[in-house]
């Protein structure tokens, strides 16, 4: 990012952290039925969020202006980069638009 080494640590060394476990069913994938709960398209607010995720499809990302399902391998953790971070780097790291 062409910054100071320590120029994110002293943006972060008194964050508030919030953390939150929240489980989502599986589906084969995003194409919701009327009245089935859902998170529509969106980025998260913070820096990042961290998902241990399942080999399943169920988090599309948005690239190139179309959807596409999101499959980890098992044991892996996925990470979506969120509008503050996007922020602090003038958009060179993009927040990642998804739904759930």
Excluded: F, K
Excluded at 32 to 40: D, E, V
């Amino acid at each position: 990012l062409d910054l100071p080494e320590e120029w994110l640590v002293e943006r972060a060394d008194r964050a508030v952290v919030t953390t939150r476990c929240n489980h989502y069913l599986r589906g084969p994938a995003y194409d919701p039925l009327p009245g089935q709960p859902g998170l529509g398209g969106h980025t998260d607010y913070g820096m990042v969020t961290l998902l241990v995720a399942d080999p399943v499809p169920g988090l599309p990302v948005l690239r190139g202006g179309a959807w596409h399902d999101v499959i980890p391998p098992r044991g892996s953790i996925v990470c979506n980069l969120g509008d503050m971070l996007a922020m602090w780097t003038n958009d060179r790291w993009a927040s990642t638009m998804h739904r759930a």
